[in-house]
Structure formats: structure tokens, C-alpha cells
């Protein structure tokens, strides 16, 4: 193992930029307060929005490769220090990179601020360069079982630029969209599997149950291929996938000790929310109805991953102990209040527009509540002293 270690006085003079967590997680989720509140104005007849394109593919598109996009970068950029031993990015480049992520975000909302193509070009390039840093630091010391996530933030570019090229073509963009989200959906069931059982038999003693060959290649194996039946004329083919990586991924759940996981909300709060991956899996299976099941994948799915290992990581990682503030308590289940009334606003039309506001006000009540707690936390430094 390499020491990353480094003189106190070495270290660049913000907090804020020593180590890939700190600006992404700040920088998502204050993103996450303002789209939200951008969009739930727009719905409401409040704001007039204009950004880049229309303010439908905005929203998606945003809320996956902005916000979301921001959370995998910085939790990667952070786990590879500890995957590697090689320094994570920090400092002038950390800052640079951010700055990469941070300038489309803004450019994009409004039509007359920068021209279309600069603005697209800036936001392409920001998984290509993230897929450098990661993959150099894993080449370097030759880890090759992590070098699978390079591929997967390339093809995260590969549906961006689809998104792009299908402004034009409604459809296309939205199978752009919903690419991306399965992508990160592997993502996350990827690094899902790997903590949540870890944590749980950690934090509580559960004997974590031995993996399964045939359950892990089923869900690995379903998941991509949905994404793939989405190009193709195929809806039952699609609809049949989704059932196969429903099912296959919630009985891989099922054995990582969610039961042990009920009275430790750091617990609860990742093995709720990466429940919600199959339940939206199983209801594009089981109904058909693609947005529906999106909407369960992505507010509670990604929206409650995000927000519990946000609230982690940002402890572990500045030498804090893993005990979270009463607040976050509330706000781990506001997220999951906010994938319900989601779902449900789509089943209920008589309704749907006060559960979608419903929707959105739990949303910014929980992000905001780790906003004021968190940002102090992620601007200061290591309690210990340490580098990061």
C-alpha cells in the first residue's frame, strides 16, 4: 500500500478541495435544492424557465448527469485513494475538475447565457476526464477488478451524447435518459453489493450470507441487456428483463440482513433505498409502464443511495465518527416519502399535481437538511489531522 499521507502544511489551504467528496457532494446536493425548486416552480407556473433545449429534457437530463453525475465522481474519485493507496485528486485539479462539472450546470439554464455547442462540448467532456483519473490510479497498481467502473462512466458519456443528438428526436432522448439511469442503477447495484452487506455485518454481526454465482451473474447480466432492448422495437423483450433484474436483484437483497439493518438509520436508510431498485424494476416488469418504474428507481433508488452514502462517507472520510445527527433521521425517510408520491402521482391523475409538489417538498426538505448539516463538515478539515 502506497502512503498517502502528507504534510499538514503541504495541504491546499481549502478544505473544501482536498479530496473528491468534499466539492461533489457539496456541489450535488446544492444542485439537487436548486433544480428541484427551479422545477417545481416551472410546474406550478411560478418561474418562466428557459434553459437549453426544453425544459423537460432540462429536468432529466440534469437530475441524472448533473446531480447525479457530480455524487458518482466525487464517491469514486474518494475510493480510489482507499481502493489504490494512490493520492486521490485534490487541490488546483480537484478545483479544475469541479469547476468542469460546475460551468455546464449553470450555462444550461438559461438559452442566452453561452452558445449551445460550447456548452455541450464542456458537459461531454466531464466523465471522459473523471474516467482518466480513476482508470491511471487503478492501472497504476495494476487493480484490475476496479477498472470496471472506467467503462461504465464512458458509456455514461456515450448516453449524454445521445441525449444531445436526440433533442431533435423526443424519443431518443428519452431512451437516452433512461439508459443512463440503468446505468447508474449497475452502478450503484455494483457498489451496493459490495458495502451494504459490509456495513450491516460490521455495525450489527449479521453473518452475511456467501454469494451466489447464478443470482450475481443474473443480475449483472439483465441489467445491461435491458439497456440495450430499450434501442430495440421490443417492449415485451424489455418488460420481460426488467422482471428477470427485478427479481434476481431483490433476492440478492434478501440476504444481505436488512432485518439487523432496522435500528441503525445508516443502515436503513442504503438497504431502503436500494430496495426501492427492484421495486421499480419489478413494476416495468409487472405493469409495463416505463416512467412509472423510473420514477421508483430514480427518486428512491438513486435519490435515497445518494443521500445515505453522502451522509456516510462525508463522516468516515473526515474523521468523524459514524453517528449521524438526529435530523438526518427524518431526512433518510423524506426521500423515501418523495418516491412514493412520485410513483403515486403517476397512478393518480385526479391528484397528481399536489402529490408532485408533495413530491418535491420532501425532496428539498431532506437535501437541504444535509446541506446545513453537512456543508460545515465538508468545508472544514479532517478532525484528525489527516490528509483529505
Given at each position: 500500500?502506497?502512503?498517502?499521507?502528507?504534510?499538514?502544511?503541504?495541504?491546499?489551504?481549502?478544505?473544501?478541495?482536498?479530496?473528491?467528496?468534499?466539492?461533489?457532494?457539496?456541489?450535488?446536493?446544492?444542485?439537487?435544492?436548486?433544480?428541484?425548486?427551479?422545477?417545481?416552480?416551472?410546474?406550478?407556473?411560478?418561474?418562466?424557465?428557459?434553459?437549453?433545449?426544453?425544459?423537460?429534457?432540462?429536468?432529466?437530463?440534469?437530475?441524472?448527469?448533473?446531480?447525479?453525475g457530480a455524487v458518482i465522481a466525487g464517491f469514486l474519485l474518494t475510493a480510489v485513494q482507499n481502493w489504490t493507496g494512490v493520492p486521490g485528486i485534490r487541490g488546483w485539479p480537484l478545483l479544475l475538475l469541479w469547476c468542469l462539472w460546475l460551468a455546464p450546470r449553470l450555462l444550461l439554464l438559461d438559452a442566452g447565457i453561452a452558445p449551445f455547442t460550447l456548452v455541450m462540448l464542456l458537459d461531454l467532456a466531464f466523465f471522459p476526464v473523471t474516467a482518466l483519473l480513476l482508470g491511471l490510479a487503478v492501472i497504476r497498481v495494476k487493480q484490475w477488478r476496479?477498472?470496471?467502473?472506467?467503462?461504465?462512466?464512458?458509456?455514461?458519456?456515450?448516453?449524454?451524447?445521445?441525449?444531445?443528438?436526440?433533442?431533435?428526436?423526443?424519443?431518443?432522448?428519452?431512451?437516452?435518459?433512461?439508459?443512463?439511469?440503468?446505468?447508474?442503477?449497475?452502478?450503484?447495484?455494483?457498489?451496493?453489493?459490495?458495502?451494504?452487506?459490509?456495513?450491516?455485518?460490521?455495525?450489527?454481526?449479521?453473518?452475511?450470507?456467501?454469494?451466489?454465482?447464478?443470482?450475481?451473474?443474473?443480475?449483472?447480466?439483465?441489467?445491461?441487456?435491458?439497456?440495450?432492448?430499450?434501442?430495440?422495437?421490443?417492449?415485451?423483450?424489455?418488460?420481460?428483463?426488467?422482471?428477470?433484474?427485478?427479481?434476481?436483484?431483490?433476492?440478492?437483497?434478501?440476504?444481505?440482513?436488512?432485518?439487523?439493518?432496522?435500528?441503525?438509520?445508516?443502515?436503513?436508510?442504503?438497504?431502503?433505498?436500494?430496495?426501492?431498485?427492484?421495486?421499480?424494476?419489478?413494476?416495468?416488469?409487472?405493469?409495463?409502464?416505463?416512467?412509472?418504474?423510473?420514477?421508483?428507481?430514480?427518486?428512491?433508488?438513486?435519490?435515497?443511495?445518494?443521500?445515505?452514502?453522502?451522509?456516510?462517507?462525508?463522516?468516515?472520510?473526515?474523521?468523524?465518527?459514524?453517528?449521524?445527527?438526529?435530523?438526518?433521521?427524518?431526512?433518510?425517510?423524506?426521500?423515501?416519502?418523495?418516491?412514493?408520491?412520485?410513483?403515486?402521482?403517476?397512478?393518480?391523475?385526479?391528484?397528481?399535481?399536489?402529490?408532485?409538489?408533495?413530491?418535491?417538498?420532501?425532496?428539498?426538505?431532506?437535501?437541504?437538511?444535509?446541506?446545513?448539516?453537512?456543508?460545515?463538515?465538508?468545508?472544514?478539515?479532517?478532525?484528525?489531522?489527516?490528509?483529505?
Amino acid at each position: 500500500m502506497l502512503n498517502i499521507d502528507e504534510p499538514a502544511n503541504k495541504q491546499f489551504p481549502l478544505a473544501l478541495f482536498r479530496l473528491g467528496f468534499r466539492p461533489f457532494f457539496l456541489g450535488a446536493s446544492l444542485f439537487g435544492l436548486l433544480s428541484l425548486l427551479l422545477w417545481g416552480a416551472l410546474l406550478s407556473g411560478q418561474v418562466p424557465l428557459t434553459p437549453h433545449a426544453n425544459p423537460l429534457w432540462w429536468h432529466g437530463h440534469e437530475m441524472l448527469f448533473g446531480f447525479t453525475g457530480a455524487v458518482i465522481a466525487g464517491f469514486l474519485l474518494t475510493a480510489v485513494q482507499n481502493w489504490t493507496g494512490v493520492p486521490g485528486i485534490r487541490g488546483w485539479p480537484l478545483l479544475l475538475l469541479w469547476c468542469l462539472w460546475l460551468a455546464p450546470r449553470l450555462l444550461l439554464l438559461d438559452a442566452g447565457i453561452a452558445p449551445f455547442t460550447l456548452v455541450m462540448l464542456l458537459d461531454l467532456a466531464f466523465f471522459p476526464v473523471t474516467a482518466l483519473l480513476l482508470g491511471l490510479a487503478v492501472i497504476r497498481v495494476k487493480q484490475w477488478r476496479n477498472l470496471v467502473f472506467v467503462p461504465l462512466l464512458l458509456l455514461l458519456f456515450g448516453a449524454n451524447l445521445l441525449s444531445y443528438l436526440g433533442l431533435e428526436q423526443p424519443g431518443l432522448a428519452q431512451k437516452a435518459l433512461q439508459a443512463a439511469a440503468l446505468l447508474v442503477i449497475l452502478l450503484v447495484a455494483l457498489l451496493g453489493g459490495r458495502v451494504i452487506p459490509f456495513f450491516t455485518e460490521r455495525a450489527t454481526g449479521f453473518n452475511r450470507k456467501a454469494l451466489t454465482p447464478l443470482l450475481e451473474a443474473l443480475s449483472f447480466a439483465s441489467l445491461p441487456l435491458m439497456l440495450i432492448s430499450l434501442f430495440l422495437p421490443y417492449p415485451w423483450l424489455t418488460q420481460a428483463l426488467a422482471l428477470l433484474a427485478g427479481v434476481s436483484l431483490l433476492l440478492r437483497w434478501a440476504r444481505w440482513g436488512w432485518r439487523a439493518s432496522l435500528k441503525v438509520p445508516l443502515l436503513w436508510s442504503l438497504h431502503l433505498s436500494y430496495l426501492c431498485i427492484p421495486i421499480g424494476l419489478l413494476i416495468i416488469g409487472v405493469s409495463g409502464q416505463m416512467m412509472l418504474g423510473f420514477h421508483a428507481l430514480t427518486v428512491g433508488g438513486m435519490g435515497g443511495m445518494i443521500l445515505a452514502m453522502m451522509a456516510r462517507v462525508s463522516l468516515g472520510h473526515s474523521g468523524r465518527p459514524l453517528q449521524i445527527a438526529w435530523p438526518m433521521i427524518p431526512a433518510f425517510g423524506l426521500i423515501l416519502l418523495a418516491a412514493i408520491l412520485r410513483v403515486t402521482a403517476a397512478i393518480v391523475p385526479q391528484v397528481s399535481q399536489i402529490l408532485l409538489m408533495g413530491a418535491i417538498l420532501c425532496w428539498l426538505m431532506a437535501f437541504a437538511t444535509f446541506v446545513l448539516l453537512y456543508a460545515p463538515i465538508l468545508c472544514r478539515a479532517r478532525l484528525d489531522g489527516r490528509p483529505g
